[in-house]
C-alpha cells in the first residue's frame, strides 16, 4: 500500500536565533552534529561521562536488534545525581523546586532540603520492606512529594510507575495490577479547577481487586487535612507520610544501580487497547534527559525553567524532575489548572517567580488564544527567554501567538517532538543555532536519526511519509512491561526488511531544508479521493481563520471520495457560530491548501474530546462523523463533550 502522504500547506516564515541568544548559548556551532554523525556512540559516551558513576561502563552500546543495551557494565545511581553531585557544591542551598499549590499555597525546596526529604522517604520505603526491583506505585496531586517519591524510589533502586491523579480507581487499578506494585503513594487529595480529587477515597477503591498493594503511604496535601474529606486509614496498610517521615532515619547511601536496571515504568495512556507499560533504564535515560535538557533549552544556572506538565506523563518525568535536577536547575511546579481562579494563572505564575524558560502544550497555548491577548497583556513577563512546545503538531498560528503574546517576539521557540517511548527529545531545533519556522520541530538533535521512509524503507528525501528512526538511542524504551513481543510487534515490524528501525507510528514531511513536520498519527491520516492528507494541515488551514481557536478533522465514508473531511470546530471568544460561517471556512481551507481539502461538514462545538494529556481524541469525532456507537470514553478528560457533540452533529445531519 502507498503510504506516502500528501503535502498541501506551506509555510515560509523563518526565525534565525537572535544574535544576543545565539551569542551567549551553549550551542551556537553546528559542531556538535557533526561530531555526533561521526561516531554517536563516542558522542553519548561523552555525554554520559558528564553524569556521576560509581563504576565505569566497559561498553557503550550493545545492540541486538531490536533490543539495545547502553553503557553495559556501568554502575551509577540518579538520586545522586540529582541532589547529592549539588550538595557537594555552592548551590546546596538554591532552589530546586518553587511550588504552587492551585489554592494559593506555596513551598520552596533547595537541593539540601531534597537531600533530606528524599533519603529519610528511602529509608521510609526501606521500613515498609521495599526492596530493590520492586516496584512502588505513586498516585499525587502535582506536589514536592512526587518528586521526593521518585527520587527515594531511585535512591534505593525501586520502580517507580507513576500513575496522573486525574485517572479513575479503575485505570489505577489496571496499572498497579500488571505492574504488581507492593507500595502505593497517595494523598488524602489535590485541587484541580477548586475542586478537591477524593484520591485516597479513588485509592481505596481502586485496591478492592489489587492485591499485591500492601502499604499505602497517604500525603496530607493541606496542613491539617481535609476536614471536608473523610480519609479512612485501614490498619496495617496505611500510614501518614508526615507520621512515617517523623521517625525515618535521616541517612540512606545511594544504591550501585547497573546502568541497565530499570528506572521506571510509565503506562501510555492509549487511545486504544490496553495500556502499554513502557519501560526505562537507569543509564541511558538519565543521560537522554540530562543531555536534551541543557541543549535544548540551554539550560544556564541562573534560569528559572517551567515545565507545565504533570509528573503522570513521561514529559513531566524527563523536564519537570529528572532532566532539570540532574542539571541543578530551579524548577517551578505547579499544581492546579490553567484558568484557576482567573484566566492569567499562568502569567502570573511566570512574574511572581521569574521564569525564564517556559515549556507546555499546544492545547494550552491555543486555549490562552481563545481566552484572548489580554491576560498575558496584563504581567511583565519579560524575563522569558525562550518558549517551548510539545505533545502535538503546535499549527502555525498557535506558534505566532506564542511568539508575539508570550515571547514579545524575543524569544526563540522551541517545538519538539518526543514521545513517552523516547525518553527525552528526539526532534527539536537548538535555540542558538536552528533557524525556526512556524510548526515545524526542524531536525533530529545531535545523537538521534530520524528519516522519513516510504513503506519500503526507501528515503523520501523531500515530501511526505513515515517517521522513522533508524539507530538506537540512550533513552529508548528497552521493552513493554510483561510482554516483549507486543514491544516488537508495535515498534519494529513496520518495514519487513528492516528490523532495526524503529517505528514511531506518526506521519511526517520533510521541505527543501530537511525540516520535519510532524502531520500526526498516521492511524489518522485522511484519504481524499486516493489523496493521503494529514490531519495537521487541514487543522492548521483552519486555525488560520480568525474566528478560529482550535480544530479537529477526521476522515468520514463517502461514496465518491472513499472519504470525505468532517472538521469539529472551537471558535475564538466573541465569534458565533453561523451557516455563513460555516461556507466561508470551506471556502477558506480550499483557497489555503487546495479543493480537495474542503471539508464537507463543518461542526461547532464548544469544546473537543480530549485525552487527560490534552490530545484530541480523534477516533470518537470519527465515530460521531460516522453515527456509530461511541467507543470507549474512559480515558477522555470530560466525557460529558463526546455526548453532546453527538447529539448536536445528529440533529443537524436529521
Ligand atoms: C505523540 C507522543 C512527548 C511527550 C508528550 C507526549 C505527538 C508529541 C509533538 C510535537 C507534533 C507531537 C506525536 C507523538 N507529539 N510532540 N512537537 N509535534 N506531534 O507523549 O503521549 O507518548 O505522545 O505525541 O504524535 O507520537 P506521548
Avoid at 58 to 68: A, F, G
Avoid at 286 to 295: H, N
Wanted: aromatic share 10%.
Amino acid at each position: 500500500m502507498d503510504e506516502n502522504i500528501d503535502v498541501l500547506l506551506s509555510e515560509t516564515r523563518s526565525f534565525p536565533p537572535p544574535d544576543a541568544f545565539a551569542r551567549d548559548a551553549h550551542i551556537n556551532t553546528d559542531a556538535i552534529y557533526r561530531l555526533a554523525d561521526k561516531d554517536y556512540e563516542a558522542y553519548w559516551a561523552s555525554a554520559a561521562g558528564s553524569l556521576e558513576w560509581m563504576a565505569p561502563w566497559k561498553t557503550v552500546l550493545e545492540w541486538t536488534p531490536p533490543h539495545s543495551k547502553w553503557f553495559v557494565g556501568g554502575k551509577l545511581n540518579v538520586s545522586a545525581n540529582c541532589v547529592d553531585r549539588h550538595i557537594r557544591t555552592p548551590n546546596r542551598n538554591k532552589a530546586a523546586i518553587i511550588w504552587e499549590g492551585e489554592n494559593g499555597d506555596r513551598r520552596t525546596l533547595t537541593y539540601w532540603d531534597l537531600y533530606r526529604e528524599v533519603q529519610q522517604f528511602a529509608n521510609v520505603l526501606k521500613g515498609l520492606g521495599v526492596q530493590k526491583g520492586d516496584r512502588v506505585g505513586i498516585y499525587l496531586p502535582l506536589i514536592p512529594e512526587c518528586a521526593v517519591a521518585m527520587l527515594a524510589c531511585a535512591r534505593i533502586g525501586a520502580i517507580h510507575s507513576v500513575v496522573f491523579g486525574g485517572f479513575s480507581p479503575d485505570s489505577l487499578r489496571d496499572r498497579m495490577n500488571d505492574a504488581e506494585a507492593k507500595v502505593l503513594i497517595t494523598a488524602d487529595g489535590g485541587y484541580r479547577r477548586g475542586q478537591v480529587v477524593p484520591l485516597k477515597r479513588n485509592v481505596d477503591k481502586a485496591l478492592v481487586e489489587a492485591p499485591t498493594v500492601k502499604h499505602v503511604v497517604v500525603v496530607q496535601r493541606r496542613q491539617g487535612g481535609f476536614s471536608d474529606l473523610f480519609t479512612e486509614m485501614k490498619p496495617g496498610r496505611d500510614a501518614w507520610y508526615h507520621e512515617l517521615m517523623a521517625t525515618a532515619k535521616a541517612d540512606c547511601p545511594p544504591a550501585a544501580m547497573d546502568a541497565e536496571d530499570v528506572l521506571f515504568i510509565l503506562y501510555t495512556s492509549g487511545t486504544t487497547g490496553k495500556p502499554k507499560g513502557i519501560v526505562h533504564t537507569t543509564g541511558g535515560y538519565l543521560t537522554g534527559a540530562a543531555t536534551s535538557t541543557k541543549i535544548v533549552f540551554d539550560l544556564k544556572d541562573s534560569d528559572v525553567f517551567w515545565c507545565t506538565a504533570d509528573v503522570g506523563w513521561i514529559t513531566g518525568h524527563t523536564y519537570l524532575v529528572y532532566g532539570p535536577l540532574a542539571n541543578g536547575a530551579t524548577c517551578v511546579m505547579y499544581e492546579g489548572a490553567p484558568d484557576w481562579p482567573q484566566r492569567n494563572r499562568f502569567w502570573e505564575i511566570c512574574e511572581r517567580h521569574g521564569v525564564t524558560i517556559l515549556y507546555t502544550a499546544p492545547t494550552a497555548i491555543r486555549a490562552f488564544m481563545k481566552w484572548g491577548d489580554e491576560h498575558p497583556a496584563k504581567h511583565d513577563l519579560s524575563r522569558l527567554r525562550l518558549l517551548g512546545s510539545v505533545g502535538e503538531p503546535i499549527n502555525p498560528e498557535a506558534w505566532m501567538w506564542y511568539h508575539e503574546h508570550i515571547g514579545g517576539k524575543r524569544c526563540p521557540i522551541v517545538d519538539t517532538w518526543w514521545q513517552t517511548e523516547t525518553g527525552s527529545i528526539v526532534i527539536s531545533p537548538l535555540p542558538g543555532l536552528t533557524a525556526t519556522k512556524p510548526g515545524s520541530g526542524t531536525k533530529a538533535l545531535p545523537g538521534y536519526f530520524a528519516e522519513l521512509l516510504d513503506s519500503t524503507a526507501v528515503r523520501i528525501p523531500v515530501g511526505g511519509g513515515l517517521l522513522a528512526l533508524t539507530k538506537p538511542w540512550p533513552s529508548m524504551l528497552r521493552t513493554i512491561w510483561n510482554d516483549d513481543a507486543r514491544y516488537v510487534q508495535t515498534y519494529f515490524t513496520k518495514w519487513n526488511n528492516r528490523p532495526d528501525i524503529y517505528f514511531p507510528g506518526d506521519g511526517a514531511k520533510r521541505d527543501d531544508d530537511q525540516y520535519f513536520w510532524i502531520l500526526g498519527r498516521v492511524d489518522d491520516v485522511l484519504n481524499v479521493a486516493g489523496h493521503r492528507i494529514g490531519t495537521m494541515e487541514v487543522e492548521s488551514a483552519l486555525v488560520e481563520h480568525h474566528a478560529v481557536a482550535e480544530a479537529a478533522v477526521v476522515g468520514k465514508t463517502h461514496e465518491v471520495k472513499g472519504q470525505a473531511i468532517a472538521a469539529f470546530v472551537t471558535l475564538r471568544e466573541g465569534f458565533t457560530q453561523s451557516a455563513a460561517l460555516r461556507d466561508e471556512l470551506k471556502k477558506f481551507v480550499a483557497n489555503k491548501i487546495g479543493a480537495l481539502a474542503r471539508p464537507d461538514d463543518i461542526l461547532f462545538s464548544a469544546d473537543l474530546p480530549k485525552t487527560r494529556s490534552g490530545k484530541i481524541m480523534r477516533r470518537l469525532l470519527r465515530d460521531i462523523a460516522e453515527g456509530r456507537a461511541l467507543g470507549d470514553t474512559t480515558t477522555l478528560a470530560d466525557p460529558g463533550v463526546v455526548s453532546a457533540l453527538k447529539s448536536q452533529y445528529e440533529e443537524k445531519e436529521g
